[in-house]
């Protein structure tokens, strides 16, 4: 009974040598450090240098290809978002509406597993976990209803196309893979069946090239032909205990795939019946069944990649595209251009600008506002606002009532819309700067882009992306205007909120973080808390609508215990924020007892967030940068009561006349009020315009 050393085999067509059983026995001790502790196929997590040295052992001694393939990726996301069938940020295989559509294999294979240039053999995903050792094991077992099981196994019986791709550190490859993913081809599903794998049942799956006519790009020579293919269909054989017949696929003998029999998976002596004790890496698979093929037919096969886009508008090309220089799969990182991630390519694609209107954008579904009963709230008018005040409770008390009032929630909706529209034109058509930038494993094979673009003005702010910041003097008119209304709105809640409330001082933002979403984008749970941060935080939406949810965070003795396996908490409340809406959250214990998110209901949505950055809080080689660029130009301060007139001081008829003579004249405050008596304001807005011009210019 022949045997193989090892949990894997790198076949050809052909019988093994004893070569290649003895590269097989070097492959073994290369598996056991290629188990990922997140992920079925890979470990998405290694850093360049180990990913390198796993990448030397699995192609030791292999030829290259004598092709290229036609399309490659250097990440996951980069796949991800250019592939149409291929989805699966984590796990190795992708399916949609229950049908396997790809496969990716790379360094986490399991016993008998194949690659050759016709057939894979691999494992469905799912069941599994880490040790006490922190190794990748079988955790539990698997069922037709498992989710990657019944996937695979209506592709199969759809006859449906599933695409792989093969990893640069999977060792049972025929050659060397020239880059991190390489996309194969398109195969059909032939077999699925239940192994037993340390104890649990365990689906593996057998993919066969749907094209056999063409040779295959990843074949190690052009000598590669299909001779020794074998027949159709293979031999079975009854099982005695559930009367099923199983295909024998094992050359150490039959045993019964039924994996609700009592005998699934055990191997008998054909001579004396007895069993035999078989450790599973010695197992071998029968070569006629790595050799038979499927009847050949006419299936017409979807493209590999998604066909060339047609740049017309915005709105419909959010995904990643294919580089046509270098085949390199290009996700977009920057709001207005795709640019090729591959450092020896310099193809770049820019996208024209296109006005979208609100129209284009607005959700189809009407959107309600959730509050649950611990959150107290109120209404009031600002302005020409109207205000919705909602108050967050601390920590609960040890008698058991609601802790006390930590911090509020301001949600403006009103105001000048007319404004509100220019800028969200002025968004669209200039060019911010705004990109994407890695949230985790940055430089890694799993790194995760923001799912939205993003640039900093003023002071810079480090929020665990690495974002790039520019000055106030280099921010763009919408930029600069925003601060002004987020300043005005910061500066009314915090004069007009609860007294105890204003114990915490009210700083001028000097900060502005601009966001661009694009369909499917959104901002997960998390709070505006770092400790370089003052607690007021202000924003301003434009564009299509939204929803930020609110909830206690999980180690907050807030509401009832957790009862889900992330031990979070439900949300406590969600609030839509349309066009126009500003949003103002005071208290820095808001921050330290709840978190929150952001997800868009549109195709379009710009969001611009105000914060004061404590320039004591900033390390001391950079206090000086984030004092000067976080200082807002005067005469932006003084354009904005212009705009501001209409909304906060109807009375203010010659706003032109004024600013123009304001700013031409010396900043003292008695030239100041000369000049707002002799504008006509009555005594309120008077006043209320010198705190707030005040404040601009520290009088």
């Known amino acids: 009974m022949a045997s193989v050393k090892g949990v894997g085999k790198r076949l050809h067509e052909s019988p093994a040598s004893s070569a290649k059983k003895a590269r097989l026995e070097e492959e073994a001790s290369l598996l056991s450090s290629s188990l990922s502790p997140e992920d079925d196929s890979e470990d998405v997590s290694l850093t360049s240098s180990q990913f390198n040295e796993l990448v030397q052992k699995a192609q030791a001694g292999k030829p290259h290809p004598i092709g290229q393939p036609l399309v490659w990726a250097i990440n996951r996301q980069q796949l991800c978002e250019v592939l149409q069938w291929y989805k699966a940020y984590q796990s190795g295989g992708y399916s949609h509406n229950n049908i396997l559509l790809g496969q990716l294999i790379d360094s986490g294979v399991s016993p008998g597993d194949i690659v050759t240039e016709q057939v894979v053999i691999t494992r469905i995903g799912g069941c599994r976990g880490k040790n006490a050792k922190g190794e990748l094991v079988q955790k539990a077992h698997q069922n037709e209803k498992s989710p990657q099981v019944r996937a695979a196994l209506n592709s199969q019986q759809m006859h449906q196309p599933v695409g792989v791709i093969a990893g640069q550190a999977n060792p049972l490859l025929p050659c060397k893979m020239p880059h991190r993913y390489n996309v194969l081809d398109y195969f059909f599903v032939t077999d699925v069946w239940c192994e037993r794998i340390d104890g649990f049942r365990t689906y593996k799956i057998r993919l066969e090239k749907c094209d056999l006519a063409t040779v295959s790009w990843w074949a190690a020579s052009m000598a590669y032909t299909t001779q020794n293919i074998g027949p159709e269909e293979l031999a079975t054989q009854k099982c005695p205990t559930c009367q099923k017949s199983s295909p024998i696929i094992y050359i150490n003998g039959w045993t019964c795939l039924e994996p609700k029999c009592h005998d699934h998976f055990r191997f008998y002596d054909d001579t004396s ?117 909602y108050t967050f409770p601390g920590e609960t008390k040890e008698n058991g009532e609601p802790g006390d009032a930590v911090g509020e929630f301001y ?110 984008g959104s901002i997960g749970w998390h709070d505006d808390g770092e400790k370089e941060l003052s607690g007021t935080v202000a924003s301003l939406s434009l564009g299509c609508a939204a929803t930020m949810s609110f909830r206690p965070k999980k180690t907050a003795n807030i509401g009832p215990p957790s009862r889900n396996q992330k031990y979070t908490k439900p949300t406590i409340l969600s609030v839509i924020l349309e066009h126009g809406d500003i949003m103002v959250m005071r208290g820095s214990k808001v921050q330290k ?22 320039s004591e809080m900033v390390k001391p080689e950079e206090r000086a940068k984030s004092i000067t660029d976080g200082f807002v130009p005067l005469e932006h301060r003084f354009y904005a009561l212009k705009k501001l007139a209409v909304a906060d001081f109807p009375s203010l008829d010659k706003a032109e006349e004024l600013l123009q003579e304001i700013s031409g004249a010396g900043w003292t405050y008695d030239y100041l009020v000369g000049v707002l008596k002799r504008a006509g304001l009555d005594e309120e807005s008077h006043s209320h315009v010198l705190g707030w011009l005040g404040s601009a210019i520290k009088l």
């Open 273 to 389: 019946k007895t069993l035999i004790q078989l450790d599973q890496r010695l197992l071998e698979h029968n070569n006629a069944f790595i050799r038979k093929r499927m009847p050949q037919n006419a299936t017409q096969l979807p493209s590999l990649y998604p066909p060339d886009l047609i740049i017309d508008n915005k709105l419909k090309y959010n995904q990643g595209i294919l580089c046509p220089d270098c085949r390199c799969c290009i996700r977009r990182t920057e709001m207005h251009a795709w640019r090729c991630e591959n450092k020896s390519c310099n193809y770049v694609r820019d996208i024209p600008y296109t006005i979208v209107s609100l129209d284009e954008i607005q959700p189809t579904r009407r959107l309600a506002t959730i509050c649950k009963d611990e959150i107290q709230h109120r209404n009031i008018t600002l302005g020409s606002y109207t205000v919705q005040i």
């Open 411 to 520: 949600h403006f909706k009103g105001g000048n819309l007319a404004n509100i529209a220019a800028l969200f034109e002025m968004m669209q058509g200039n060019e911010l700067g705004m990109a994407r930038k890695p949230a985790r494993l940055e430089g890694c094979a799993g790194e995760m882009l923001t799912a939205h673009a993003a640039i900093n003005f003023g002071a810079p702010y480090k929020y665990g992306v690495t974002q790039e910041s520019k000055s106030f003097k280099e921010a763009p008119e919408a930029v600069l205007q925003a601060v002004n209304i987020l300043t005005w709105a910061g500066e009314k809640a915090h004069v007009d909120g609860p007294e105890e409330f204003r114990k915490e001082p009210y700083l001028d933002f000097n900060e502005c973080l601009s966001i661009g979403y694009l369909p499917g």
């Open 593 to 614: 007892f709840y978190e929150h998110q952001v997800v868009p209901h549109g195709s379009l949505r710009f969001v611009l967030t105000c914060r004061h950055v404590l």
